[in-house]
């Protein structure tokens, strides 16, 4: 099993900066290889869509084509954390935003690694509000 905790969320304007951090734990990271670790989110009325994601020791990132150039993914080593930095937030950023794992066994390319129906683990969601 592995166990996620998001934090960083909150209320912020439009422009605005937020940085919100994911804590993985759990037996399981150390008995894989490898393994994905991704950002979702899911405003109101909207499916889950795919923000970001790292994969922890290979080092590889992918990101939504609504976030690149603005969102940055980023690990921090000894304390089994991820990062996602979002810069220049707007309105229709606000969503609550999921931390998700994905155990490695094989291949991981951007499609496998966007796609909610991959991951294994899924933490409480930390909701994110932009106002214009």
């Known amino acids: 099993q592995v166990q996620l905790v998001e934090s960083g969320g909150g209320s912020v304007q439009a422009g605005d900066s937020l940085r919100l951090s994911c804590a993985a734990s759990g037996r399981a990271l150390t008995d894989y290889s490898d393994y994905l670790i991704g950002w979702f989110r899911q405003a109101p009325g909207k499916e889950r869509e795919f923000v970001a994601a790292t994969i922890w020791r290979h080092g590889a990132t992918y990101y939504g084509d609504s976030v690149t150039g603005r969102f940055s993914i980023s690990k921090h080593n000894g304390r089994n954390t991820v990062s996602l930095q979002m810069n220049r937030l707007k309105p229709e950023d606000a969503a609550v935003y999921y931390c998700?794992?994905?155990?490695?066994?094989?291949?991981?390319?951007?499609?496998?690694?966007?796609?909610?129906?991959?991951?294994?683990?899924w933490g409480q969601g930390t909701q994110v509000t932009v106002s214009s």
């Open positions: 998700a794992a994905k155990l490695l066994l094989g291949y991981v390319d951007a499609p496998i690694a966007s796609a909610p129906e991959n991951y294994n683990f």
